[in-house]
């Protein structure tokens, strides 16, 4: 839904500024009109020749244009922007958007922008990893800003890490997919589980299992993005949140996400619970490292974890919705089933893992969803973002 569209398309200084070419093109083809703002910097890495006959328009970079000293207004720019994309973002960029200082007209039109401002970092990875980066876009997200994080490979300079813009494709994907939602989980808060967790043995060893967070960190990205606010409660998983409205609590074993969800669920209307939580934790936890020698054969002695799901169904109210997840691998319908009833849901999610690219680990998921009406809907295998979109669609009906 990008067609009509007007997007600053801002570009600073860094080698991923080529990417800016592929960006442009994209919005064009999608429909959007471009208008390219580019820091002195910026023209270092790409010209401005380039950028003009890419998105049909001239390139902005001075106050004054050097021909006939005609003032270019950061003003109109901004109200007439519907948002603001900042890719390549280096991290000088970053830091003046983050104080304000505005000594290039990029950084002018940005602190005049009324729309939403995307911002897609791109530097070496110990740049990334600085604290001053990381205090700066947190700022920059504390002021409704969304960040579209890096992706780890290999940089520049060739080493290898956290801090290659994220590709064209995907920067496209979350601007289209922000003009595209209808904001039906307005005003609605929703407490999501997400991930494994960690059971500590001693100081270096956990029980913990094969969850990567994809499906729920997918589920809170698509809830956001509908308009709700949401709290991700997030076990041990490498993974980033994108959207601004996520507020991410991260935990390590069932115990403290139990406490956390307890704490969240009587302020939100909805809670799915998609994190694998571990069933058991050992009784206790050794303080040094167990060392083999002193040990010979070991046995751990596991005492069970309280159940979340469980816990937030006793306590569930009238208009509170409780959503939760059923990974199986035989009797899948009648244990899900099962589950849905013992735990209070109002619909459960169903994956099986005996279909293939279903379950941990995966970027796919074959689901099937089933509710307390006894209603099933089966579907096919779609990416992990297209399911989220699938269980928040059967949410919305609920919640209508
Ligand atoms: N769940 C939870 N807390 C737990 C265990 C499970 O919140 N301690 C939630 C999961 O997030 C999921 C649902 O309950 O939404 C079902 O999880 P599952 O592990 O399949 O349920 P269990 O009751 O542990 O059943 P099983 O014996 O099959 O492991």
Known sequence: MLKGKHIILGITGSIAAYKAAYIIRALVKKGAEVQVVITPAGKEFITPVTLSALSSNPVISEFFS????????????????????IAPATAATIGK???????????TTYLSCKAPVFVAPAM???????????????????FGNYIIEPAEGELASHLVGKGRMEEPDKIIEVLDAFFTTEKELEKKKILITAGPTYEKIDPVRFI???SSGKMGFALAEACARRGAEVVLVAGPVSLN????????IDVESAEEMYHVA?????????????AAVADYRPESQETEKIKRETKGDMQLHLVPNKDIAASLGAIKKEDQIL???????????????????????DFIVLNSLRNQGAGFRCDTNKIA????????????????????????????????
Do not use: C
């Not at 050097?66 to 994309?85: K, Q």
């Not at 958007?97 to 950084?107: C, H, P, Q, R």
């Not at 949140?241 to 991410?248: E, F, G, N, S, T």
């Not at 059923?326 to 089933?337: C, F, K």
């Open 66 to 85: 050097n021909r006939d000293g005609s003032w270019h207004s950061h003003v109109d720019l901004g109200l007439w922007a519907d948002a603001m994309l």
């Open 97 to 107: 958007m983050a104080n304000g200082i505005a000594d290039n007209m990029l950084i």
């Open 124 to 142: 070496d990875l110990d740049m990334f990893a600085h604290p001053t980066t990381q205090e700066n876009l947190k700022k920059l997200r504390s």
């Open 208 to 210: 913990g299992n094969y």
């Open 241 to 248: 949140v994108y959207h601004p409205d996520i507020k991410r």
């Open 262 to 274: 307890m704490q969240e669920f009587p302020g939100s209307d909805v809670a799915i619970l998609s």
């Open 323 to 345: 959503v939760g997840f059923a990974l199986e691998t035989n009797n899948e319908t009648s244990h899900a089933e099962n589950k849905l009833k013992r735990k209070n849901f």
């Open 369 to 400: 969803i089933i509710d307390k009406f006894g209603e099933m809907l089966e579907y096919p295998l779609k990416s992990k973002q297209d399911v989220a979109e699938d269980i928040v669609n059967k949410l919305v009906t609920l919640i209508k």
